[in-house]
């Protein structure tokens, strides 16, 4: 696992389909055993969140990604950083600052996406 490595997973292919709105590529990005934790605490599985942004027409305009570091430690990365997004959710529009982390793992040849958390920035 290396810098450059996490960094093109979690760009290209993770916030890469939450653009395109991939739902394919994103439960390929996702481990099985994926956990995404919201800013209000909630927790969701892979099959929970997939289905979410289904059932609620969630897309991404965009997601900006700033003051990163990629840590690396053996097949594990984690990426630590902040972002500012443009949402659309159930037809409303909605802008968010947070910090989050993502903690990438090396399997075999493929790079996924284990958990993700984020916590809300003062606007």
Do not use: C, W
Request: hydrophobic share 35%.
């Amino acid at each position: 696992m290396t810098i450059d490595e996490v960094a093109r997973a979690h760009h290209e292919d993770f916030n890469g389909a939450l653009i395109r709105n991939d739902l394919a590529k994103l439960s390929q990005v996702y481990a099985n055993d994926y956990v995404l934790v919201r800013p209000d605490g909630s927790m969701f599985s892979k099959y929970q969140i997939l289905a979410d942004l289904k059932a609620h027409s969630m897309t991404f305009s965009s997601i900006e990604s700033t003051n990163e570091k990629i840590r690396i430690y053996g097949q594990v990365g984690i990426l630590t950083g902040d972002n500012e997004a443009v949402t659309l959710r159930d037809g409303r529009e909605s802008k968010s600052r947070s910090r989050f982390v993502a903690i990438y793992v090396k399997q075999t040849d493929r790079i996924e996406l284990v958990h993700f958390q984020s916590n809300n920035l003062p606007a």
